[in-house]
């Protein structure tokens, strides 16, 4: 029988999507966890597929591409320093003291590392998606939440290049670290260099062409060129695409351009939970299950401290603190990351903490606005934040 064409395979795929969110719809059930489940099925035939796995890269990129286009430099630099105290919160209790719960039940530093780093991140891309599915990106938590997001893209590679050395036992030096945080100091000023100097004389350039067809190509190659240099330094395409919005941003016609990428992106971000799912590797058996519960059940309640801590250090009242901690529980994507430096039984482990946690993370964030004001009232929660 002849191989399957690339284009009958990607639209047989498409209508899957289109089943699967239109079942979503009907139930009113996430669609991130249906798109999850359909990449888990389709694994043993897309586990290595490329083309997948590059049009859900490029979802991923818009999506942060337009959420970075809400945060103009100013506006992001205030959020950085209002964040900082929650992010260093969120690497001692949702790394830190992970690793000292996996080191307690007599695994060996490596794999306690290893598995700290599994449960350190939310999932940017999930976190984002549900935000703006449910129409939260309006709340006050939002720019708290993606705040810290932005900071535990920041501090995720330097985990992993901590951790690759470890695994690979070419052991952990500072020239490689303080490498690594030039090149986020780098790509961070660049962008903001580039918004401020580059891009706010730009605005009648970006007035004059942005109803034209052509327009549409400088936007995407805005897009994707930072995330792609952000790749070739060895860091997130998702903290490039974030910076890429932020240039801009700078134009002050975030509108118009969303505008322009909205349709493209929702298109393509479902590809990446496609993609995402036919990573996660549930194997033969569930090994380690009462850590696994323990962990499950610390990484939950780490994120909605760190959430519920680091809202009301940020300024938030403690009604929306907690909705945002509630909002923080899912792993994904870096988690995935870290996980495949595992091996064996560890690594089937990480694939089945991530998928829960993914779960019971898409709940809770659906059930934060009526957990938060079943705690504080809805009196409260008009106060001003």
Not at 293 to 320: E, P, R, T
Request: proline content about 3%.
């Amino acid at each position: 029988m002849p191989e399957m064409p690339d284009l009958l395979a990607a639209g047989l795929m498409l209508l899957v999507l289109f089943i699967g969110g239109w079942i979503s719809f009907k139930m009113r059930f996430p669609d991130v966890i249906i798109y999850l489940l359909i990449g888990i099925v389709v694994s043993s035939w897309l586990a290595d597929s490329h083309l997948l796995y590059f049009a859900g890269e490029i979802g991923i990129v818009l999506l942060f591409f337009m959420l970075g286009m809400e945060f103009p430099v100013r506006q992001l630099i205030l959020v950085a320093t209002k964040v900082f105290r929650a992010g260093i919160l969120d690497i001692i209790l949702s790394f830190g003291v992970t690793v000292g719960i996996t080191l307690a039940f007599g695994l060996g530093w490596l794999e306690a590392l290893i598995i700290g780093g599994v449960a350190y991140a939310t999932s940017s891309s999930i976190t984002a998606k549900m935000l703006e599915n449910s129409k939260r990106m309006v709340n006050p938590e939002s720019e708290f939440i993606l705040g810290l997001l932005i900071f535990e893209d920041l501090f995720a590679p330097v985990l992993v290049a901590l951790l690759v050395s470890m695994t690979v036992g070419s052991g952990v030096t500072l020239g490689m670290l303080g490498w690594t945080f030039v090149q986020i100091i780098i790509l961070v000023a660049g962008a903001v260099l580039l918004g401020i100097f580059v891009f706010r004389k730009l605005r009648s350039f970006v007035d004059r062409y942005m109803d034209e067809d052509f327009f549409l190509l400088f936007v995407f190659g805005i897009a994707l060129t930072y995330g792609g240099i952000a790749l070739y330094l060895n860091l997130s395409e998702v903290l490039g695409a974030f910076l890429a919005g932020i240039i801009l941003a700078e134009v002050k016609r975030s509108d118009v351009l969303e505008g322009l990428v909205v349709r493209f992106r929702d298109l393509l971000l479902p590809m990446f939970f496609v993609y995402f799912g036919t990573t996660i590797e549930v194997g033969e058996g569930v090994p380690m299950i009462p850590m696994l519960l323990v962990l499950l059940f610390w990484s939950v309640a780490a994120k909605i401290i760190v959430g519920f801590a680091g809202g009301k250090l940020y300024g938030l009242s403690s009604k929306v603190a907690l909705r945002a901690g509630l909002s923080l529980t899912q792993r994904g994507e870096f988690s995935i990351i870290v996980a495949a430096l595992a091996t064996g039984t560890l690594r089937t482990f990480s694939s089945i903490f991530i998928l829960l946690s993914a779960l019971v993370g898409v709940y809770l964030f659906q059930k934060a606005p009526e957990l938060a004001t079943s705690i504080y009232g809805k009196k409260r929660g008009k106060k001003p934040v």
